[in-house]
């Protein structure tokens, strides 16, 4: 052949070839070509709606058939959030019955039309979905309106045509249309209006893209359909607000069920006036005022370990040695008494024999968590229920009723699957921020002055405010994956769990005999807290001395309170009246420091002794764990509207 033969050729399919493969692309295409609605509005507001869908399917996205997205909630013409009614009626697939299943998405429901044993032979396929749906009427006061968003704006394929029908009831004719095209919130009217005022049609004048729709909107004089019953609008209330009615009812069920348990048993009786005293009321031991003020120990029972070794050698039973990153308990050779407290005797049987010791650093953790678990059991044994009560059925059954009202709010309540778990966010910080407000309260309650209670309560705001703007970021963080109509979910639960940490707490009340006993320790507390001059107004106070001071140490100790305590002591032997004690004072108890600053030494060496016997205690040792108007409309109004892919 000649080369010029060889030319043309080249020349042809050079022209013919990007033709014929743009054209076998087309064909290739998964696309909707026609999506067909055909609108039923009956005299009661029911709408029957058949949408016929024909897609070319290349075994790509559609492989088994295609599914819709249809949304469960419009806004009504108030603008108020409503939840719809949806039922399917049929699904077919080129004329025959078609399998088909649904499933819960975010604020809808997805209808799948095929199965997921047969897989589509790739060309055309025309699906009809028949579904009935309720309240997409809008009740204006000068007319009704059908708002409807004919295809969603949620497919994921383009829509070559999109039309619809729509069949008004008995003899009821339109008095306006209008329509709009493209992406959500569009305005774009590619389109036009057909049909007639008793049967409304609307067709594209373009394609859709992905994610764009048709919407139209249909007028009608006012009362053409018939309005809600009393019985609907109450059906419809509770379908609405579900998850507020059980939510709000059952959270205000929780608080009034644990308020008159609490008027019932765990208010506190009154345990008389708080006057100044320099004892301990009924002769209580040091750890004993430590457990009845505290209505159990405080910290883990080390203040009350401290404040015992401390009064052990006062009493010189054993003596102190502090170096500085251990303390050394040792024994004495003085006699024990009969009458040690309980948990005292506890400690002297497991330092031993005279000359024994007992050190408290890292290296021996294990043997000093044993010696305060025997100190404690001693003291709770002897004591327990006598002083105070915790009322812990009453919380648990607080807790139960709990735990029935959420299994209410996910069983019966319209709550997505995908947000059960994060109904943990609120649960924390219901949790985090009842602990934050017990905490707060105890120290305010403390603060005896009117600028520092106004500071208590600044501090807590500030810390109020830290924990609404973290839960918020974790609110935020996961927003996209919550209907905005579980919000009275999430606020119930956060709530459920506020509740119940902060009657864990008040549930419990002291016995009439611990409230007196308390009234007494807030006495002696108030005395170890008084300047000089008002202790010394007291009558029959007595004078300061070493003695006097030792004494009562192991209480202020007890009771937080040694460094006012110690630097009164140390004013005192400032002072001339101390004579020759300030210069000789040294206590035969302990060993390991110069008390030229007593203040800071021995106030120091009590207040960071529970904090270094905590310190010796090991960690626990790890495991592995796993772990969507009558002014203004847009495309992607009204009701109807979702979306749709392949599958």
Known sequence: MTAGFWRAARLVLAVLLPVLLASGAARAAEVIDSYRSEIDIAADGAVTVTEIITVNAEGREIRRGIFRDFPLYMLDANGRRQKVGFEILSVARDGSDEDWHTETISGGIRIYMGSSETLLDPGRHTYELTYRTDRQIRYFDDHDEFYWNVTGNGWLFPINRASAVVSLPGSVTATATTFFTGAEGSTAKNARATGSRSAPAFETTRPLRPQEGLTIAISIPKGSIAPPSADQQRDWFLRDNINLIIGGGGLLLVILYYVWFWRRVGRDPDGGVVVPRWDAPEGLSPALVNYVHNKGFSGAGWEALSASFIDLAVKGYVTLDDLENRIVVRRTDKRLSDKLPSGQAALMR??????????????????????????????????????????????????????????????????????????????????????????????????????????????????????????????????????????????????????????????????????????????????????????????????????????????????????????????????????????????????????????????????????????????????????????????????????????
Not at 468 to 495: N, Q, R, Y
Request: glycine letters at 16%; aromatic letters at 10%; proline letters at 4%.
């Open 350 to 647: 497991e330092l031993g024999t005279p000359g024994d010791d007992l050190v408290i650093d890292r290296d021996n953790g294990e043997k000093v968590q044993k010696v305060a678990g025997n100190f404690r059991s001693a003291i709770e044994k002897e004591h327990r229920g006598k002083y105070y009560k915790s009322n812990l059925g009453y919380t648990i059954g607080g807790a139960v009723l709990s735990l029935l009202v959420l299994g209410a709010l996910i069983g019966f309540g319209d709550v997505h699957p995908d947000s059960v778990v994060a109904l943990i966010v609120p649960a924390v910080g219901g949790v985090i921020w009842g602990r934050a407000a017990v905490s707060a309260a105890r120290a305010f309650l403390r603060r005896r002055t009117l600028v520092k209670r106004i500071l208590a309560a600044i501090g807590f705001s500030i810390v109020g405010f830290i924990l609404f703007c973290v839960l918020g970021f974790f609110v935020i963080s996961i927003i996209d994956s919550i209907d905005t109509g579980e919000w009275p979910v999430f606020a119930a639960v956060g709530g459920l769990a506020l509740v119940n940490v902060v009657f864990f707490v008040l549930m419990g009340a002291p016995t009439p005999l611990g409230a007196k006993l308390m009234a007494g320790i807030e006495g002696l507390k108030t005395y170890l807290t008084l300047a000089e001059r008002d202790r010394l107004n007291m009558a029959g106070a007595p004078k300061m001395s070493p003695q006097h001071f030792e004494t009562l140490l192991p209480y202020a100790v007890a009771l937080g309170v040694e460094r006012p305590w110690s630097d009164t002591f140390e004013t005192w032997l400032a002072t001339a009246a101390a004579g020759a004690a300030a210069a000789a004072y040294q206590p035969a108890w302990y060993h390991g420091g110069s008390f030229s600053d007593f203040g800071t030494s021995i106030g120091g060496f009590s207040s960071s002794m529970a904090s270094t016997i905590a310190s010796t205690i090991p960690e626990p040792k790890s495991s592995s764990s796993s772990g969507f108007s009558s002014s203004g409309g847009f495309s992607g109004g009204g009701g109807g509207g979702g979306g749709g892919g392949g599958w």
